[in-house]
């Protein structure tokens, strides 16, 4: 690989370009512009060169690729629409599919199967292994950030890759003696995940976004701040709710367990600390509050015989 430019070729496509793919032969390559109507374009990249244009759809197109046996046959996917393009001279002609959420299979523009039901969101992109024609097993990228293989003779399912939906992960815990963590994030799941077998063990999903989360020392409970202003315990082994309660509006910026397991401090945007005492009960009667603290709390520590706590904020540390 010598990582020169072969060639530059001047598009038209408003906007970037949102998906590549060459021929079979390698003497063509399709691309797929950002703009309005999403335009189709094959070239004859080594001339720099433009073979043929026409628009794709007026609704987003994810991607686009030729038949790995083709020059002339490609298929392009994107939201609620499939279609199925020749090219014949100068000329691309399209047929179209219709995408139900399933994992469609065809035969030129002929659907032969479906694969009901394969996975629970929107498919995103999808791979597959080829050999003398024959489809072996699909991989298909879900809206969930699941990576699931299916098979296509009997359909049956196989989650590969876990991941959290949207937006960013704020919270993350390690048990006190297990290799396992807890991830909490703003698509309102909680996930617990096995270090050595790199894997999702079980998750729930809270309705809400989570913004931080801890273990109790004996990484028997452990609580979750909620975007919100609620914190919610659950119980690890099973992760059923073990009580919750919401005494803020503002976002829970972090949660800890006093080292005795007897109190929980929970500290808010709203520039106080609240401290339950869980020995009262799940109704999780609020005991006392610090208040006025000079800016709102962005991580706490108790002492190590849970007489006293430390606050940092935006601007310094208190005690």
């Known amino acids: 690989m010598t990582k020169q430019t072969l060639s530059v070729l001047r598009c038209f496509h408003a906007g970037g370009v949102c998906s590549v793919s060459f021929s079979a032969t390698g003497r063509l390559l399709l691309s797929v512009g950002l703009d309005p109507e999403h335009t189709v374009t094959i070239w004859k990249w080594q001339e720099g060169a433009k073979v043929a244009s026409w628009v794709g759809h007026t609704q987003r197109i994810f991607v686009a690729e030729f038949r790995p046996d083709s020059d002339t046959h490609f298929v392009s996917v994107g939201i609620k629409h499939v279609r199925f393009w020749t090219l014949a001279g100068r000329a691309l002609l399209s047929k179209k599919g219709t995408i139900s959420g399933d994992v469609c299979v065809w035969k030129e523009h002929i659907l032969v199967r479906i694969v009901a039901k394969a996975h629970t969101g929107p498919v995103f992109t999808m791979y597959t292994t080829l050999r003398d024609g024959l489809i072996g097993k699909i991989l298909v990228g879900t809206r969930n950030a699941e990576i699931i293989e299916v098979g296509e003779k009997n359909a049956a399912c196989n989650i590969l890759v876990n991941g959290h939906m949207d937006g960013p992960i704020w919270g993350l815990g390690t048990h006190p003696s297990r290799d396992v963590f807890l991830s909490a ?20 999903n809270l309705g809400h976004p989570a913004h931080t989360i801890s273990y109790s020392p004996e990484g028997d409970m452990v609580a979750i701040g909620m975007k919100n202003g609620e914190f919610i315990i659950l119980l690890v082994a099973s992760l059923k709710i073990w009580g919750k309660k919401r005494d803020r509006r503002s976002p829970i910026q972090d949660i800890r367990f006093s080292p005795n397991s007897r109190y929980l401090a929970v500290g808010s945007t709203e520039c106080a600390v609240d401290f339950y005492d869980l020995t009262l009960g799940p109704q999780l009667n609020r005991i006392n509050c ?4 000079p800016s709102f709390v962005m991580q706490m520590d108790f002492s190590a015989d849970s007489s006293y706590i430390q606050v940092q904020t935006s601007i310094s540390s208190s005690s």
């Open 185 to 204: 994030a703003e698509d309102g799941t909680v996930r617990l995940w096995d270090i050595p077998e790199k894997k999702m063990l079980n998750k729930v």
């Open 290 to 293: 610090c208040r006025d603290i």
